[in-house]
Each structure stands twice: as C-alpha cells, then as structure tokens.
C-alpha cells in the first residue's frame, strides 16, 4: 500500500478564548513578540459567525497574531459571556491540554516571563542525556506556564540530538 499525501497541509493558528482581550495582547504581543496581523469585532446577530462557531446570538472581539511559522487567533466572546474559567485546570482533562513554543533561549523567556507575573509549574528542566556536548545543547528543555488567565502552554528549546524534532 503507498503512502497517501496528507489531507491536512500543517497547523495554522490555535485560538483560545480570553476573558480580557487587552490582557491577552499583553501576552501574546509584548511578552512573547507575536505580530498582530489582524482585529475584529461582530455584534449579535453576525450569521456567519454563530454558524462557524456554533454559537447563536455571539458578539465579541478577535485578534490574529503571528508567532513563527504558525498563527495564534484571540477571541474575547462578551455575548454570551462565559463562566469563570478554572485557572488551575488540570492538562489531564479531555479536550486540548497546550500548546508549545519552540524558543532560542528558554532561560531569558522564562525570566521574562516570571518577571511579569506569568506562573510556570517549575523551571526549565532537561531531557536526553547530557546537556551540553562540546559546547553544544544535547536534548531539550521545556516546562509548563500558564498564560494570565490559567490557559496552559509549553516553552521548548531544542537542542542537538532531540528525541524532539526542532522547527
């Protein structure tokens, strides 16, 4: 049997809904240097919308941000407005659990980032092996932050001899 070409061509975006759409541009565009694309904002009554997402009678606020080689689509829904959202929710529920960000320099992100009040669940750690070789990172390093309203997310620098695949 041969090998059939994908039906899907990559990740695009990943969207997460915020409860403060101002705060989310905090994150997303000042502290980890994504560049807004796009904004919108549609009152009750947008058809085309409440029939994309599957929700009637929706109103909110939207942003498209690039980071690296995908997208990352913000939406505040103001109608209808949902329930408080669990900021300790843990990544074993069913559904989406995070999303990752290969970065350069986790160390300087993650300062950059406790700095400004984002709670990671520990410090940077390695996997696979040594960490340096002849100057050189071997594996990689990740950990787990959650962004300021508990939506999880992974930092990741990959280094040499990755049991994960670098972008």
């Not at 694309?37 to 929706?58: K, S």
């Amino acid at each position: 049997m041969s090998r059939q070409e994908p039906l899907a061509q990559g990740v695009h975006h990943v969207a997460v809904s915020v409860p403060d759409i101002a705060r989310a541009r905090e994150f997303y565009i000042d502290l980890l240097g994504a560049e807004e694309l796009a904004q919108t904002e549609w009152e009750e009554g947008n058809v085309f919308i409440n029939e994309i997402v599957g929700l009637p009678d929706c109103s909110g606020r939207q942003f498209m941000a690039r980071l690296g080689n995908a997208f990352i689509e913000v939406f505040e829904y103001l109608t209808p407005r949902s329930t408080a959202q669990d900021e300790n929710r843990p990544v074993n529920r069913f559904g989406y659990t995070h999303f990752g960000l290969q970065v350069a320099d986790i160390d300087l992100v993650y300062a950059r980032m406790v700095e400004a009040g984002i709670r990671f669940h520990c410090p940077p750690r390695h996997s696979g092996g040594e960490e340096a070789q002849d100057g050189r990172r071997q594996g990689f390093r990740s950990t787990y932050g959650r962004d300021f309203f508990g939506n999880v997310f992974e930092l990741i620098e990959v280094g040499e001899n990755s049991a994960i695949p670098a972008l």
